[in-house]
């Protein structure tokens, strides 16, 4: 079951997170579980992107699978 609120209180965190770069993440909500999928510049935005989802209201447990992929 998706879980719409979660998922609406987890985007705005991830929009309202300096240091991650949203547009490139896509985020996944089921049951308390948060997805972190897409493409980051740096292991930083990658750790953000997490930290940022650590403290939303229902949120059990993150699977952060973005990738890295370094600026040429």
Known sequence: MVDSALMDRA??????????????????????????????????QKQMAQEALRMVEGTHE???QLEVHWAS
């Open 62 to 64: 993150i699977d952060n």
């Open 11 to 44: 985007q705005s965190a991830l929009d309202n997170n300096p240091h991650v770069p949203a547009r490139h993440v896509r985020l996944e909500a089921n049951a308390g579980r948060l997805i972190l999928r897409g493409a980051v510049r740096t292991f930083f």
